[in-house]
């Protein structure tokens, strides 16, 4: 393992606290780049601490390949879910 997972989340989880405004994590479960156990325990610290937060997972994609999806789909997924997401969040 080329990444340092757990003192990647472990600094990240220094600023995570009940207050903080809705989260949304993005990722890929093919990425090869950044382990999907990243987000997973960054999800689990956010909920932990009583943030708001969500995990969304594409199984199909690496590392931004939902984001270039994004740019020749006709409908593409990642965007359907972000407009569900924002649709949710309370108003500023």
Same mark, same amino acid.
């Given at each position: ?7 990647? &989340? ?5 600023? &995570? ?12 479960? +093919?990425?090869?780049? &950044? ?7 960054? +999800? ?38 972000? &407009? ?9």
């Amino acid at each position: 393992d080329n990444h340092d997972v757990e003192g990647l &989340v472990l600094k990240g989880e220094r600023f &995570v606290r009940p207050d903080l405004p809705p989260i949304t994590l993005i990722h890929g479960e +093919q990425d090869e780049t &950044v382990d999907i156990a990243m987000s997973e325990q960054f +999800q689990a610290a956010l909920q932990a601490a009583g943030a708001s937060s969500r995990l969304l997972r594409y199984p199909e994609a690496r590392h931004s390949d939902f984001l270039f999806t994004a740019l020749t789909e006709e409908n593409p997924q990642i965007v359907a879910d972000l &407009v569900a997401v924002s649709r949710d969040c309370p108003p500023v």
